[in-house]
């Protein structure tokens, strides 16, 4: 096949070549118009290097609007056949004018553009102002524009002005009134379903400016090929498509062997949906007669198989001489197939004498032998043989006494075509086509629409839902179709009882005639019956299945069978190769794929069944529930669950996510005993409380907790590591109070247990350390911390990872402590060993590097802050997906430094998006809510919107207090802002009472020494001297500012921004105490002489402030 060479229209407008290559072709539009003067040729765009040469010529109009109507339709290329075809090359006009047909088929969109039919703006809706113009075209009278009009899927029409008129859809009636062109043929029914004199019936009246492309300009229309030859004269052109026709669809031995199609022995197939990929693969491979071709579709029962192979024979029938259906369920219907064979060729030729000598009755053996040397007559070349159902096929490795040796009923000369159907990948005889479900839900919506008779269900929401639960599976897609036709049920109400009454719902559904099973709850039945008699583990392995997910079952998840466990699992996950002759097997039957999605990476490949499938391993394998085999399931997700220390844990427990889930379904309903798997339930909370799905996690905890309490006591030391870990749980969810609780009875168990160097008892220690910083009790968090710290260095070393937590936790706390310097050696020192433990995309090491953009931010290092913000958020979505989160903290800081940054528009933008993930998976109320709203109101208030700031204000403050307490400097941060806003709307009042109640909570909270260098405490004695300024109180302004400069010197360096801002400050009072002593940051009072200036006071205060 030859690809198009096509026009591109590049960011900047530019057109450009993009020349054909062997590879995917892109999306294109294709343009349809009528050739006049001026057109643009391939040598004009090619070489032209002054474009004002062609863009002056009235084709340069043509191409404009096709470029410009491809980009409004999201196309970056497409096709005018003007400038793309070199026609001074004979072989590529040779080439495209025998493609261009299906070039037109191909498009994404053909946009006619007529020339002759004008459209004024003023009149859009007004048919009868162009109508009579459409019809009078001369586009619709040329010879070329007839296989433009058919072969696209989607025809827009355009006046000269590039207005639309309507599309081949919309105007079907019109356009059939003008050409005689039936309805189907203009919806895309295959072309071969209309005679050969139909299809020259389409042709008559029509023109072309060179005589031989009256013939040429039909190639495509005919499905033939021939070598252009200009000069020949249309007559002698004529007759050479004529024979190209009759040798491609009658060929030269038809009255001799030509059998009529016999539609009694096909299925039925009225519903079928055009399968267009499949169909052109399987035209590809069987349109060759000089061998013989054989196709092997290959699938799921039910994926539409059979339907397929009768779609490409009504569609190619006038190509076969005679077509033959076979039914190769199992040798006696495959002899008696033959003998309808032999039936069909008497009647059509009595005469033949190797038939018309023998019994068809009798001898069905004789009958198949010469049938086929009958088909192997040299002569006999353009038959087509279709064996259907060979799902049991004779292999080396398929004990059944009954399966099929199909190579006995295959005709044996090189000739003619062969389709074969079948459930197995074990046939080998011709070249295998794969039938997958089908992917688009629009096909799936007509299936169903068809089958039911309910038009209009395109945007039904309910029908949508319906359709992909269904999954493309076309004989549940018909199932549906075929219940709703009867049953007078919504899909909704269908829909339900899909999931809960599955197998009521099919065995009481019509049957159905163009399915060999005729039901969706038998079609699996008879191959499943084969997989247990060749390999009882594999049947075993597939209703076990019901208790996982459906996608991504892997070998590794299966092997922590115990001795206590049934002999089949053990012996099937004793090794790799076990196991994988067990998947094999449903493999080679089509129940299971390959997933090709898996992370082969971290662990095995894993496999999938279609949800169909699935569903029927789950009502009809499992009609009854097997406590064994969930309980099996469930011990090998929570065995399978790693530990965050682990190198990509993250990406094994998102692939176990699904199977929890599933799970869930179980655990969750009250009638299940799911007793004494307490160790389960605590497993899958580590796994949800990793995955940021906070309240699953509590549910789990609980359940494991409670039913520890009960089999092992209060004290127990696995009671004791589910209470540890609600504690983070309650942590994590700012429930600091429940938090405490906890932590405090897990220490106290655990010291009694193991003593107070063990490191369960030091876990729980720095778990409280994190409380303790939490809540704003800074110092007795560093105590804590630095207990930690020691235990695990004697205990595990330096370099432990359990060591580098809490050196990173130091980090955070000496952050929150204004400690830049001493935050920013221990995050440095946690990030290179978390490197070199766990590499550069574990989480660890990403939670380091979002903790150091924050510290940079604070230090003003705005660039610097956002390659690390940057770096962390493209690791995190990789690692722990977008909706985690640790992700949208990363999200909501890149917010705050766009602030910063002076980019308003995008940090809403960046807040909304955090806010609105954040409401979803905590609630209202929860810190990290609040925390966005809050930075919101910040937001606002820059961009001048204070009632709205105030709003987002007062509703993280009310949150906050009932989280965290009126005292969390979290709390206090609200407070201090609400008070920059009061100042703002001249509430100056009320901002003094937000400040001091600000500045009072940072002292309480830090101590005076430590609040002196914490920064937010900083601001605020900045923001406080600005309004003691302002309302004239002098002395009090010169002592705020003083402190705020002398923390801003030690925290962040003399020549800061906010040491600067705070300098200038003070320069702006003018007046300082001739008697000032630095270290008591005493000042002039206002109006005082002063023997220096205001300059060299502050640079004498910085130099005390450095050497302090």
Not at 321 to 344: G, H, K, P
Request: a negative charge.
């Amino acid at each position: 096949m030859s690809f198009p060479r096509l026009l591109q229209r590049k960011s900047n407008g530019e057109i450009v070549f993009r020349e054909p290559t062997s590879g995917n072709v892109p999306a294109y539009a294709i343009l349809s118009h009528t050739w006049g003067e001026e057109e643009i040729v391939y040598q004009d765009l090619k070489k032209s290097k002054n474009k004002n040469n062609i863009v002056n010529k009235a084709g340069w109009r043509k191409i404009q609007f096709c470029a410009k109507q491809a980009a409004a339709d999201g196309l970056e290329y497409f096709w005018v056949d003007t400038c793309c075809i070199d026609k001074k090359n004979a072989v590529e006009l040779g080439t495209a004018i025998n493609s261009m047909f299906r070039w037109y088929q191909n498009a994404a969109r053909c946009y006619v553009y007529l020339a002759d039919v004008s459209k004024p703006k003023t009149k859009v809706d007004d048919q009868m102002a162009w109508g009579e113009a459409f019809r009078e075209s001369r586009w619709f009278t040329r010879g070329w524009t007839l296989q433009e009009l058919i072969a696209p899927r989607q025809v827009d029409f355009f006046s000269l002005e590039g207005e639309r008129l309507g599309s081949k859809l919309s105007l079907e009636s019109e356009i059939y009134e003008i050409t005689g062109i039936a309805n189907k043929a203009l919806r895309g029914d295959a072309l071969s379903n209309f005679s050969i004199e139909e299809r020259r019936s389409w042709a008559e009246h029509r023109d072309t400016t060179v005589e031989e492309d009256e013939a040429y300009c039909l190639i495509g229309i005919f499905d033939v090929s021939m070598v252009p030859n200009y000069g020949e004269r249309r007559d002698q052109a004529f007759r050479r498509l004529e024979d190209e026709i009759h040798r491609m669809y009658k060929g030269v031995d038809f009255e001799q062997f030509a059998v009529g199609l016999n539609l009694a022995s096909f299925p039925e197939a009225t519903q079928f949906v055009a399968r267009e990929k499949e169909l052109s693969e399987m035209h590809k491979l069987l349109k060759d007669h000089s061998s013989r071709s054989c196709v092997i579709l290959h699938g799921l029962g039910g994926i539409g198989k059979t339907q397929l192979a009768i779609s490409y024979t009504r569609r190619h029938k006038e190509k076969y001489t005679a077509i033959f259906w076979l039914n190769a369920n199992d040798e006696d219907s495959l002899n008696l197939s033959f003998r309808d064979i032999a039936q069909q060729v008497l009647r059509y030729h009595p005469s033949t004498t190797m038939l018309s000598s023998i019994d068809l009755d009798k001898d069905l053996d004789q009958v198949v032998s010469v049938v086929k040397n009958w088909l192997d007559s040299p002569q006999n070349t353009r038959w087509l043989m279709i064996y259907d159902n060979l799902d049991n096929p004779k292999t080396s490795n398929n004990p059944d006494n009954s399966a099929v040796d199909i190579r006995q009923f295959l005709p044996r000369s090189d000739h003619g075509s062969i389709i074969i159907t079948t459930r197995s990948s074990q046939v080998r005889q011709g070249i295998q086509i794969n039938v997958q479900k089908l992917l688009d839900i629009k096909e799936g919506l007509e299936i169903v629409s068809n089958m039911s008779g309910r038009k209009g269900i395109e945007e039904d929401p309910d029908a949508i839902a319906l359709v992909k639960e269904l999954d493309g599976l076309p004989l549940a897609l018909s199932t549906a179709g075929i219940y709703l036709e009867h049953v007078a049920t919504s899909f909704s109400d269908y829909l339900q009882l899909y999931k809960t009454s599955w197998l009521k719902l099919h065995t009481t559904s019509p049957l159905l005639d163009s399915y060999v099973d005729r039901t969706l709850y038998t079609t699996w039945q008879i191959t499943f019956d084969r997989i247990q008699q060749q390999n009882p583990a594999s049947a075993q392995l597939l209703k076990l299945w019901a208790y996982f997910y459906r996608e991504d079952l892997w070998f590794d998840l299966l092997r922590h069978a115990n001795s206590f466990d049934d002999e089949w699992i053990q012996k099937l996950t004793e090794d790799e190769l076990n196991f994988n002759e067990a998947v094999t097997l449903l493999c080679t039957f089509g129940l299971v794929d390959p997933d090709k999605s898996s992370q082969e990476q971290i662990r095995s490949r894993g496999y999938s069944v279609h949800s169909c499938v699935h569903s029927w391993i789950v009502f009809v394998l499992n009609k009854e529930w097997d406590k064994s085999l969930a309980c099996l399931a469930l011990t090998c997700i929570a065995s399978e669950v790693p530990d965050a220390n682990e190198k990509y844990w993250w990406l094994t427990q998102r692939r176990l996510l699904q199977h929890v889930a599933r799970q869930a379904s179980f655990i969750n309903d009250p009638e299940v005993d799911m007793n004494g798997l307490y160790w389960e339930f605590h497993k899958l909370g580590n796994l949800y409380s990793d995955q940021g799905k906070l309240t699953e996690a509590e549910e789990m905890y609980l359940r494991a907790l409670e039913g520890r309490e009960k089999a092992f006591g209060l004290d127990h030391t696995s009671t004791l590591d589910t209470v540890n870990n609600l504690g983070n749980l309650y942590s994590n969810q700012g429930k600091l109070a429940e938090a405490e609780v906890m932590y405090h009875r897990a220490l106290e168990g655990r010291e009694k247990a193991f003593g107070v160097d063990h490191t369960s008892t030091l876990d729980t220690i720095h778990n409280i350390g994190v409380l303790y910083k939490k809540q704003g009790k800074l110092a007795e968090a560093e105590v804590m911390y630095h207990r930690a710290l020691e235990g695990y260095k004697k205990a595990f070393g330096a370099d432990h990872t359990s060591t580098l937590d809490t050196i990173y936790n130091l980090g955070i706390l000496y952050f929150d402590q204004g400690k830049l310097a001493e935050a920013e050696a221990m995050y440095c020192r946690a990030l290179e060993g978390y490197k070199k433990a766990f590499g550069a995309d574990h989480t660890s090491t990403l939670d380091t590097i979002y903790n150091l953009g924050i510290l940079y931010f604070d230090q003003g290092k705005l660039a610097e802050a956002e390659v690390m913000y940057c770096r962390a958020l493209e690791g995190m979505e990789k690692a722990l997906g977008a909706d985690h989160t640790s992700t949208l903290d990363t999200i909501h800081n890149i917010g705050v430094l766009y602030k910063k940054q002076g980019k308003l528009v995008e940090a809403e933008v960046i807040y909304r998006r955090a806010l609105e993930c954040y409401e979803k998976a905590f609630g209202l109320n929860h810190i990290s809510t609040l925390d966005t709203i809050y930075s919101l109101g910040i937001l606002y208030f820059d961009q001048g919107k204070l009632a709205e700031a105030e709003a987002m204000y007062c509703r993280a403050l009310e949150g906050k207090e009932k989280a965290l307490g009126a005292d969390h400097i979290s709390t206090l941060d609200t407070i201090h802002n609400i008070g920059v806003l009061y100042k703002k709307q001249g509430k100056l009042v009320e901002a003094e009472v937000m400040y001091s109640r600000a500045l009072k909570g940072y002292e309480e909270a830090h101590g005076l020494e430590l609040a002196s260098s914490y920064l937010p405490a900083l601001n605020t004695m900045l923001a406080f001297g600005n309004l003691l300024s302002q309302t004239d109180r002098k002395d009090m302004a010169k002592a705020m500012y003083i402190r705020a400069l002398s923390g801003y010197t030690t925290v962040q360096g003399p020549y800061s921004e906010w040491a600067r801002e705070t300098e200038d400050r003070l320069q702006a009072l003018q007046v300082v105490s001739p008697k000032t002593n630095i270290g008591q940051n005493e000042f002039t009072k206002p109006g005082e002489a002063n023997s220096r200036s205001l300059r060299q006071k502050i640079h004498k205060l910085r130099r005390w402030l450095k050497n302090k």
